[in-house]
């Protein structure tokens, strides 16, 4: 007992709290962005487990409450790590759209549409299988000439939705 409530009290609250805390992020978790440490993810799972397994491991084993604690943690961790492992990593790495990534973008070879001054910005096209893709785009290093439409340039760089290109002239020349 904690304060007078029985341990078994305090698993099966929590439980039912983790329980519709996870369903609230199976419904918004793609609209917040966790960054931090402890991703809500794993860590609501996690809790609903080791209180799962505490409850059931109160009424039916009658161990220590550390001990049932220490064992429900371990096999929440372990139950936690799979889930993570092959089902919610797999989740976040798989595209949503045919489009092209943005950080696929970077090493490809592009057209210029609207030409790039010396210390401007221009537009750039970057044709692929699905089709194309128009950015906005300045130079990645100082230039002394720009660059007109039609030239071919390598994306080298983007942040915040720009493309810092160089001019390219094709490495083979025959």
Request: charged share 15%.
């Amino acid at each position: 007992m904690i304060r007078g409530i029985p341990i078994e009290t305090i698993y099966l609250y929590t439980l039912f709290i983790c329980a519709g805390i996870a369903v609230l992020l199976v419904i918004f978790g793609d609209v917040f962005d966790f960054d931090g440490p402890i991703d809500p993810m794993l860590a609501i799972p996690w809790l609903a487990f080791t209180s799962l397994f505490g409850y059931l491991g109160e009424y039916l084993l009658g161990w220590n409450h550390l001990t049932l604690f220490v064992v429900s943690a371990v096999l929440a961790s372990i139950l936690v790590f799979f889930l993570n492992f092959y089902l919610l990593m797999p989740m976040k790495n798989a595209e949503s759209t045919i489009s092209i990534s943005e950080k696929d973008m970077e090493g490809n070879i592009a057209t210029v549409v609207t030409p790039i001054p010396v210390s401007g910005m221009g537009e750039i096209q970057l044709k692929s299988v699905t089709g194309s893709i128009s950015r906005p785009a300045a130079f990645y290093a100082p230039q002394e000439q720009p660059i007109e439409c039609g030239a071919q340039v390598l994306i080298i760089e983007i942040k915040e939705r720009v493309c810092y290109v160089v001019p390219y002239k094709g490495s083979l020349q025959l």
